[in-house]
């Protein structure tokens, strides 16, 4: 799964924070004053932003984290100080009087991005605010494990503050501009495309893997950083490191306004991954998978460690063969999560199945589905079963969003699966009952728990193959 341990990290970001506003309303009209839309403002939804939306991811994802920052002695200042407070961030923002609070708003219109204005105070922060700042600093650097460090230019990385995480041994650092970062030796930056081009002073020749490829040694050289991570927003990220070509990821393309912080949710992942052991790819993948959560989302959002987790089981395979997927559970066991096993034929999927599954995977941590062969399908169900074959069947169930793995089995009845899984919750979706299931002695002697979930009458497999081959209603089957 992309981490050697589950130790709680200790996690400090530094940065520049600000307020994203999202301001939702509908458009009826243009305005007599000038050929522009008139929006009805409907709603507005406000999130941290900046270094605030990277700690507020670090706190989704598991991390204990603190935050270090300035802000103006204003309305938005305080907002922002609220809702960190209640995402589980603490917190440590020094108030400069008569400083305004980074503030970006962003008007959508029937879900389109019409417009954004931005308030913002990009001077140097004042010394006594910085003295402050490197207080803070002295006494968290000792206690963390990662330190993220969000440079958007808005005034908080004076020299001495760069200074002062220079010789912290896993710092990674998000900036705009990463030149000014190089004398800090880093573990890692992420500068964007654009932010490499300009690093280097080259012209760009249009083939920007090419592009980053070629340059992979100059950029570390560059940086000063043992790995750099250059993305390339719907392509994906490449990571360089020394002595090895660079690492691609891929990314799922999202429309633009879809992927506003899905940046810092990268950088989230990617540092927590690393403060957890994982190498530096397995951190990349972690990074695009949860990247890959949040552009599916308006507004600033975050991305869960339960999220992540299931977007990484979907990239390593929803369908596995038993003996390897045996080993993943484990893993999934020893992280205390709970696994829920349920097992059918699923010839022709249809909403009872789905509504049982969806009631399954709420059961647990972890759903695993396995499938009868078609071998035992037609010993099962007769001559003509199934209408789909096996590898049609685990397919269709491995899209589904509540279903972590899939699996088969050959036996007609899956206690050799059982075993080897040993589930914490067994579940059957039917008008059965627990005593009509010849594996429920077997779960319940492993500690784990047998249940009968609700079904849809009228839609059973066998009933909706009856009504397509003759056109008759069928009685309702007790088995997917």
């Known amino acids: 799964m992309g981490t050697a341990n589950e130790k709680i990290v200790n996690a400090v970001v ?8 999202w301001l939702h ?29 990277t700690a507020a991811n670090l706190a989704a994802l598991g991390a204990r984290t603190r935050l270090v920052g ?18 589980g961030v603490q917190a440590d923002l020094v108030v400069v009087p008569g400083r305004r609070t980074a503030h970006k708003r962003r008007l959508l219109a029937g879900g389109q991005l019409t417009a954004r204005y931005d308030e913002e105070d990009l001077s140097p922060i004042p010394p006594e605010t910085e003295r402050q700042l490197l207080v803070l600093l002295a006494e968290l650097l000792p206690g963390a494990d990662v330190v993220v460090a969000c440079d958007y230019g808005g005034g908080v990385f004076t020299p001495a503050v760069r200074a ?18 190089r ?15 300009r690093l280097l002073e080259e012209d760009e020749d249009g083939d920007r893997l090419a592009y980053l490829t070629a340059r992979s040694g100059r950029l570390l050289e560059a940086t000063g950083a043992r790995m750099v991570v250059t993305t390339l927003d ?39 991954w690393l403060a957890q052991g994982a190498t530096p ?27 992540l987790l299931r977007a990484l089981r979907r990239q390593e395979g929803t369908v596995q063969p038993p003996e390897r997927l045996a080993r993943l559970l484990d893993e999934h066991r020893r992280r205390g999560e709970r696994v829920v096993f349920t097992n059918g034929c699923f010839d022709v999927l249809h909403r009872g199945h789905v509504s049982y599954l969806e009631e399954a995977a709420r059961l647990g941590d972890v759903l695993v589905v396995a499938v009868n062969t078609d071998a035992g399908v037609a ?8 209408v789909n074959p096996c590898e049609d069947r685990m397919s269709v169930l491995a899209a589904l969003n509540g279903v972590d793995y899939v699996t088969w089995f050959d036996e007609d009845t899956p206690e050799r699966l059982l075993r080897m899984f040993r589930p914490e919750l067994y579940v059957k979706g039917g008008d059965y009952t627990a005593e009509m299931l010849a594996e429920a002695p077997l779960v319940r002697s492993m500690g784990g728990e047998v249940r009968v979930l609700s079904y849809l009458p009228d839609h059973s497999t066998s009933a909706i193959i009856g009504r397509m081959r003759s056109g008759e209603e069928e009685p309702e089957g007790t088995a997917p």
């Open 14 to 21: 530094v940065g520049d924070v600000m307020l994203d506003s």
């Open 25 to 53: 309303g509908s458009v009826k009209r243009i305005a007599q004053e000038a050929p522009v839309p008139v929006m009805r403002l409907e709603g507005t939804e406000e999130a941290p932003g900046g270094a605030g939306n």
């Open 70 to 87: 300035a802000v103006g002695d204003d309305e938005c200042g305080e907002l922002l100080g609220r809702s960190l407070r209640l995402l």
């Open 164 to 181: 002062a995480l220079a010789s912290f041994p896993l710092l990674v650092v998000d900036a705009h501009q990463v030149a000014p970062w």
């Open 183 to 197: 004398d800090s030796a880093p573990a890692a930056v992420l500068p964007n495309y654009a932010e490499v081009v």
């Open 234 to 272: 719907g392509d994906g990220t490449l990571l360089h490191q020394a002595g090895v070509p660079p690492y691609r990821t891929y990314a799922e393309p999202a429309p633009q306004h879809m992927t506003t912080g899905a940046g810092d949710t990268y950088t989230s992942a990617f540092a927590l």
């Open 281 to 307: 790819e397995e951190a990349a993948e972690a990074g695009q998978a949860a990247a890959g959560v949040v552009v599916r989302r308006p507004g600033t959002a975050v991305c869960t460690r339960y999220e």
């Open 379 to 386: 010993r099962l169900k007769g001559p003509g079963r199934p």
